[in-house]
């Protein structure tokens, strides 16, 4: 008689067992076991390896950024089918780590770090930008650069002062007299 009821108690113990597992794999910490082809990233859970899945990015729109998650990134596994898979998982990445630490610890402060060598900084109390690439700028492709006041420098001198020197300078002539000064100016 009591049968049907100790099966209906296996089931009920069983679909529980399912749920806690399947529960158990709905967010998970992981760390970046690697990212085949940029486009996606194998994530270590445990034992466990998921499939090359997607790894969010801060924008996928008309406002788009590439960032590629680094072999070690921890990162956050949604996992949508709740599945022992992993096939419908998303990596979310950007947790700090000690192998991976925050660029900053001055909470006024918005930090952008390009690798070991290239970085730019902002003070948001002072509003102050500094933008540092040990390799240089190689290309900026604009039209013109402006800045408030209409200035432009660089360690030496502004560039009003290179004007100056430009429009009254004067070259030794052959015959060992001075050339006059320049015809066309470059002052304004």
Request: a negative charge; hydrophobic letters at 30%.
């Amino acid at each position: 008689m009591l049968a049907p009821v100790e099966e209906s108690l296996a089931e009920l113990q069983e679909a529980a067992e399912d749920n806690r597992r399947q529960g158990n794999n709905l967010i998970c910490k992981g760390v970046v076991k690697s990212a085949p082809g940029g486009k996606r990233v194998v994530v270590q859970i445990g034992e466990n390896t998921t499939p090359p899945i997607q790894f969010l990015v801060p924008g996928a729109g008309v406002t788009s950024v590439y960032r590629c998650p680094s072999p070690g990134e921890i990162v956050i596994v949604l996992n949508f089918g709740t599945g022992d898979d992993f096939q419908s998982c998303v990596a979310l990445t950007g947790l700090f780590s000690d192998q991976f630490p925050f660029p900053t610890e001055n909470s006024d402060e918005v930090v952008f770090k390009y690798g070991e060598k290239a970085y730019s900084r902002i003070d948001v109390t002072s509003g102050k930008m500094t933008i540092h690439a040990a390799g240089g700028v190689e290309y900026v492709d604009t039209p013109e650069v402006k800045n408030s006041d209409g200035e432009m420098a660089d360690k030496v001198r502004r560039m009003s002062e290179d004007r100056r020197i430009y429009d009254g300078h004067n070259h030794p002539g052959d015959s060992g007299g001075q050339t006059g000064a320049a015809n066309q100016k470059q002052g304004g």
